[in-house]
């Protein structure tokens, strides 16, 4: 059984995995929060209609500037994409025919974009035994072999953070050797006192990419952008698409910037429920992976049982992020996105059901 590679859109993962999906479904395998986006959003929404019909501005403005505002950089160290996922094709382009170091498990477009470049791709395995945290020595070892390190912070599957002296030992590992590109598509979740950004000015061969579509719900419409020097910048969007950032995309994202209560909501639930579903997972013998962010991963007291809880679980109308496509992970372990306390709830409850009757 072929299972899709990545979480969301649930009716395809039922489809690949042979079952009828359930009336209702609660699909924890997207990293999305469950507010949906800024109210400003429905409520702006005729003013943002209007905009569907003209090109957008080419440097997707007037989000630029607003982002060059919220992290204290010059407009000319951002360049902005049709989500994150486009900058990371960018990069590989960057990497064309040289080599670069994954740490593994990982999101895997890192890898589908680098392979689509013909990129040598070096790897770092997380291990469980060493509670799936980056080993420096290791870092260090495969550095001096490759032009660019790519991290994910908090890191996506298992949701470690590294904090700001832990990449700048790692930035100064790769300073002369190789450039480190820091995916900070979660980094919301924990706040910008967690961020390389203001780092940058003395790491100036570190790239940092972020996402909006995680915090502010708006993964529908596709907006990420990149930090790095203006050099950077220039010849990362060399190749880039003219207008490839919509218009409705460039307007919402440019007001998310001052939505700091909003932020803080979102941050304050996320963290509580997974505190509450840690104290679940514990209280059940399930073993999980300490997380910063707002999913989190775990593995059944017996994984042998995997397969079949989630086929169960499934058959519930609980989506489940399964993990055969994380190296490492091998299907063993499960990531869930934080959802409102109602779902997670929901969630708890099936699993004991589960855990009552296997
Ligand atoms: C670690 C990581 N980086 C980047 C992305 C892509 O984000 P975007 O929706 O902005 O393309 C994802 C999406 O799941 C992700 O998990």
Redesign the pocket.
């Known amino acids: 059984m072929k299972l899709p590679e990545?979480?969301a859109n649930p009716h395809r993962l039922y489809e690949q995995a042979g079952q009828k999906p359930p009336s209702d479904i609660i699909d924890f395998s997207e990293?999305v929060h469950p507010f949906g986006p800024p109210d400003f959003v429905k409520e702006q929404w005729a003013n943002f209609f209007g905009l569907v019909a003209s090109y957008p501005d080419p440097q997707a403005e007037p989000f630029k500037s607003q982002a060059a505002i919220y992290h204290g950089v010059e407009k000319q160290h951002i360049a902005v994409?049709n989500?994150?996922?486009?900058i990371?094709t960018w990069l590989a382009k960057r990497y064309r025919n040289k080599r670069v170091l994954l740490v593994e498990p990982?999101?895997s477009?890192y890898r589908s974009t680098l392979t689509a470049e013909k990129i040598h791709i070096i790897e770092i395995n997380l291990k469980p035994e060493n509670s799936w945290q980056l080993q420096l020595d290791e870092v260090e070892k495969q550095l001096a072999h490759c032009d660019a390190f790519y991290l994910?912070n908090p890191h996506?599957p298992t949701g470690r953070l590294l904090d700001v002296p832990k990449l700048t030992e790692i930035a100064e590992l790769c300073k002369g050797k190789c450039e480190l590109v820091i995916?900070e598509?979660?980094i919301d979740f924990v706040g910008e006192h967690a961020s390389f950004i203001p780092m940058l000015d003395s790491h100036p061969h570190v790239i940092i990419?972020r996402?909006?579509?995680?915090m502010y719900a708006l993964?529908g419409l596709?907006?990420?952008y990149v930090i790095a020097t203006a050099d950077i910048i220039s010849e990362l969007t060399d190749s880039a698409a003219h207008w490839n950032v919509n218009g409705l995309a460039a307007a919402a994202g440019a007001r998310c910037f001052s939505e700091e209560t909003y932020r803080e909501r979102v941050i304050a639930a996320a963290t509580s429920e997974r505190v509450k579903m840690e104290a679940y997972l514990e209280a059940t013998g399930c073993t999980f992976i300490p997380s910063a962010a707002n999913f989190l991963c775990f593995q059944l007291p017996n994984p042998q049982l995997s397969e079949p809880f989630f086929q169960a679980m499934l058959k519930a109308g609980i989506v489940l992020r399964h993990t055969y496509s994380f190296k490492g992970m091998d299907g063993q372990w499960f990531r869930i996105g934080m959802k409102s306390a109602l779902a997670m709830e929901r969630l708890r409850k099936e699993m004991h059901q589960w855990f009552r009757d296997n």
């Open positions: 990545h979480g990293n994409g989500g994150a996922a486009e990371f990982a999101f477009e994910c996506n995916d598509a979660f990419v996402s909006m579509t995680k993964a596709r907006l990420g």
